[in-house]
């Protein structure tokens, strides 16, 4: 029998908190209290729809003008590197608590542990293209067909795995608020640093922070902006890996 996984995240809970075990009970009791405390803002009555819009249009162009000659390449490198599938789906927290099939780049060697144990820095897991697929974000672009498919958005909270979003909604206060929004492929914790790894707990709780920023000030101008400083942020990345460019 496998024993469970377990977290290196110390977390203090106040005596006076309580938090509702279950994970349908835990959601009510979050969306209570954004309803008392942080709903103050409602997007503009065409938001939604222009939003749809552009995700469709947005992940389509890419899509056809991107992956369809970047895939054969990424595929090919993938299986001479390490055995198994190109593509790597697992299931993920989505709008509302519905659980879908992320889409990505496979960046790691088959292992029992891809659905519990979070990706490290320097993790023997990770294969030789998935270093550069990850460091590059390119791993995550096979999401453009969940957002062509509705489960996610171009912009919006990152999607957990089911595992991280039972945890950490029983131990960080609004945690579940960012289950009021559609997941998206970046979002403003991940244009703020807050990327990867999660070591501590703080952390957490800044891209939390963040997340509820982005609800209270939903809108198209601020979904540009965060989509334009991404594409800014991987392109910087991408140079650093040019050799010479570090020196």
């Not at 979050?30 to 709903?39: E, G, S």
Request: glycine fraction near 4%; proline fraction near 4%; aromatic fraction near 12%.
């Amino acid at each position: 029998m496998k024993e469970q996984a377990t977290l290196d995240i110390t977390i203090e809970r106040s005596p006076a908190q309580v938090i509702p075990q279950s994970d349908m009970a835990s959601i009510r009791y979050m969306f209570h209290a954004m309803n008392q405390q942080y709903l103050e803002h409602e997007p503009a009555t065409y938001y939604y729809t222009v939003k749809r819009v552009l995700d469709v249009v947005l992940s389509s162009l890419f899509i056809l003008l991107v992956m369809s000659w970047l895939t054969p390449i990424i595929a090919l490198l993938i299986k001479i590197t390490s055995q198994g599938p190109v593509f790597f789906i697992q299931k993920r927290t989505g709008y509302m608590g519905v659980e879908f099939n992320c889409f990505k780049f496979r960046t790691m060697y088959i292992n029992d542990e891809a659905d519990i144990k979070q990706v490290s820095i320097n993790d023997k897991r990770i294969t030789a293209i998935g270093k550069f697929l990850r460091i590059t974000h390119i791993d995550e672009t096979p999401q453009f067909f969940n957002v062509i498919l509705g489960d996610m958005s171009v912009i919006g909270p990152r999607p957990h795995m089911l595992f991280h979003t039972r945890y950490y909604s029983e131990c960080i206060p609004y945690y579940n608020l960012r289950l009021e929004v559609k997941p998206g492929m970046t979002g403003m914790a991940q244009i703020k640093d807050y990327i990867g790894e999660i070591s501590v707990e703080r952390e957490l709780r800044k891209r939390i922070q963040w997340d509820i920023y982005y609800m209270k000030n939903r809108s198209i101008w601020l979904d540009f902006n965060i989509l334009l400083s991404t594409v800014g942020c991987v392109f910087k990345k991408a140079f650093r890996l040019i050799p010479g460019k570090n020196k």
